[in-house]
């Protein structure tokens, strides 16, 4: 493969480059992912995409190229769709809840899979989160599936699931900037579409290319703007709540601006044994499940079809998620 001839179109910086033809941003792709580009090249198109910034068309090859690398899974039997929380940013400021989130779907028998990095890199992950309350990740994807089908919950590490997109992620290191790879692996439904994929970023910009992926590819999807690039809502105010299906949007739950009245009962530090304590406490109702959280976990029970219409869902949850929870 002639990797100059893509170089010279997507490195010409952001008034010359041109955008790849998605059939050969699949290609190229897929060259990356399976590590044959040459480490000069490979800087070179990750660069050139970093400053041009990828096109819808782009986007839609390279996702292509890096479901077709991924180790699929089936769908567990039964008339709920599985969620899928891809976990890739981890916590700094504030603690990662997405491990709650996970937890209280399993409680409702909605299939659960979360993938992610182990790794924090001096952030706080899901799966260090998961690793104190006592769920470990799947070492392959063939016990993912299994613990799924018989605990309603895995975890399975993005180097188990995808090697390739993995190998991607890391160069972050090694160049100082992000790649396609960093939006790309929070698209991934192992389910091939079966699945409720909840996804978030923190940037505009990214939200409107998943937002503008999830419908052309017509596919199922939570969209919100994450916690820190998590995908929970804010415990503290609610980000928007899109539920992308049929090729169109809904929104859910508008976006809350109004100040606080009063602070939720939130964990005192953003590490991993505080955060899961925390959890504990919410799991066994001594604290209130924030209502952020509470909605959108109604959210995710009526895309999945654990409920028929959303103010079912809204009640189930206030009735049934935590004692102390308010969904509406």
Sequence with gaps: MNYAQYIREIGRGAEGARDLPADDARQLYLAMLDGGVPDLELGAIILGLRVKGESLAEMLGFLAATEARMHGMHRPPGRVRPVVLPTYNGARKEANLTPLLAIMLQRFGVPVLVHGLIEGYGRVTTGQVFRELGIMPSPSVSHAQARLEEQGLAFV????????????????????????????????????SEGVLVTAATHPEFLDSMRNMLVTLDRRGILLRGSEGEPFANPKRRPRLEY???????????AEHDSLRTLPHLPEAA???????????????QVPLPKPIANQLACCLFASGYADDLNRAKAIVAVEGNGNAAAA
């Design 157 to 192: 590490p993005l180097s188990a699931l995808s090697p390739g997109a993995h190998n991607l992620l890391l160069l972050r290191s090694r160049l100082g900037v992000r790649n396609s790879a960093h939006s790309l692996v929070k698209m991934l439904d192992p389910f091939r």
């Design 244 to 254: 992308i299906h049929d090729a169109r949007i809904e929104i859910l739950f508008e």
């Design 271 to 285: 590490d991993a044994p505080s955060t899961a304590a925390w959890i504990r406490r919410v799991l066994d109702q």
